[in-house]
């Protein structure tokens, strides 16, 4: 079976680059014919991504435009040699819908939120493009072969959405490359807890505002490094405490030496708050890997609540998380890598999702 997974972005995440470049890795070593690309107009060092690059005196408005015009132009050329196209679906995206409209028998779309609830909440013209996506989205999803969600609440939020039984599902979670022999470092050393707390950016779902709240009621000594874009006054609040320490962004390796020392990580903390119980985030798979258990507010789609290194509470208590990071203390870190390895994995994930492909569209 031939796949071709496809995106189009005027600016991607890195976490999303990450995804892709993993899942073409995962595909590769697996031995599918499965190709990923990632079109987009920012200048990204990836084997997956085409960058496009406009002349003359563009405006915003018209590189959105010009990108997706591209794309869809691209994707409708390259769609005869594939069995099968993933396509991430675009928001609020009339071109997507000319697309699915034509070669829906074949394209199955992939979800990372609720979308029409997500652009309500945005600051500038939310509701109209509410309304745009309510529209594009569900003729998309009517016209679809397939519907694949990054987790299950995802994926029932579209399937009411589509308003329809006869498709094909699947949830596909965000996973890891793990490496052949990767073993995880540990520097765990002395008493004292060190816990990290990592985000691209400590938006309010995250939690950070309960965490301190939390750390103000408990004196019990610990340290927590907080990793990631903050305000400055997410920056004056966690230095008015000595136990939390601030960095801002880092690159791989200096996280990679922290994640060393640290007995416990922290996911996010207020989910619901976006209006969503569920998640795959890519910091609890990067804990996971370096062998650092979890600590969350949500479920996590692809780890089963039975998995004794994600600890799941309701609400958010300091004491708690460091009573669980020196339950966890004894644990060797390779143990928690090897049980956490089927869910987290990219390969694993990549090779159970082409399995439901091939059987449904075979």
């Keep these: 079976m031939r796949i071709l997974h496809a995106a189009v972005s005027m600016n991607p995440s890195p976490g999303v680059v990450r995804q892709m470049e993993w899942e073409g890795q995962a595909a590769q070593s697996l031995g599918l014919i499965w190709h990923v690309s990632l079109h987009t107009p920012r200048r990204i060092c990836s084997s997956v991504v085409v960058s496009h690059s406009f002349s003359g005196a563009y405006g915003s408005l018209q590189r959105y435009l010009a990108l997706r015009r591209g794309f869809y132009k691209w994707l409708r050329e390259v769609a005869a040699h594939y069995d099968i196209i993933l396509l991430r679906h675009s928001v609020h995206d009339p071109m997507q819908v000319q697309f699915a409209l034509s070669f829906g028998r074949k394209l199955v779309t992939i979800h990372h939120t609720k979308e029409e609830q997500e652009i309500a909440r945005s600051l500038r013209g939310g509701r109209a493009l509410a309304l745009v996506e309510k529209v594009c989205g569900r003729v998309t999803l009517r016209k679809v072969a397939g519907i694949v969600g990054v987790t299950g609440e995802i994926l029932d939020y579209e399937m009411e959405r589509a308003n329809r039984q006869d498709v094909f599902t699947w949830v596909y979670p965000n996973g890891i490359w793990i490496s052949d022999g990767w073993a995880p470092r540990d520097e765990r050393q002395g008493k004292v807890p060190e816990i990290v707390f990592v985000a691209g950016s400590f938006h309010i779902w995250h939690g950070l505002d309960r965490l301190l709240e939390s750390a103000r009621k408990c004196q019990l000594p610990c340290k927590i490094h907080i990793v990631g874009r903050l305000s400055k006054e997410q920056v004056h609040q966690c230095r008015a405490d000595s136990r939390f320490v601030v960095y801002g962004l880092l690159d791989e390796h200096a996280l990679g030496a922290l994640l060393a020392r640290a007995w416990c990580g922290i996911a996010s ?94």
């Excluded at 903390?269 to 990067?286: F, I, N, W, Y």
């Excluded at 339950?327 to 994930?349: H, Q």
């Design 269 to 362: 903390l207020a989910l619901e708050r976006k209006s969503m119980e569920e998640a795959c985030p890519l910091k609890v798979r990067e804990y996971l890997m370096h062998g650092v258990p979890v600590y969350g507010t949500h479920r996590d789609a692809a780890i089963p609540e039975s998995f004794p290194y994600y600890r799941k509470r309701k609400s958010v208590s300091l004491e708690e998380i460091i009573a669980f990071a020196e339950e966890m203390r004894s644990v060797p870190k390779r143990t928690i890598v090897n049980e956490a390895r089927p869910f987290i994995d990219k390969r694993d994930i990549v090779c159970r999702f082409h399995a439901a492909l091939e059987e449904a569209f075979s």
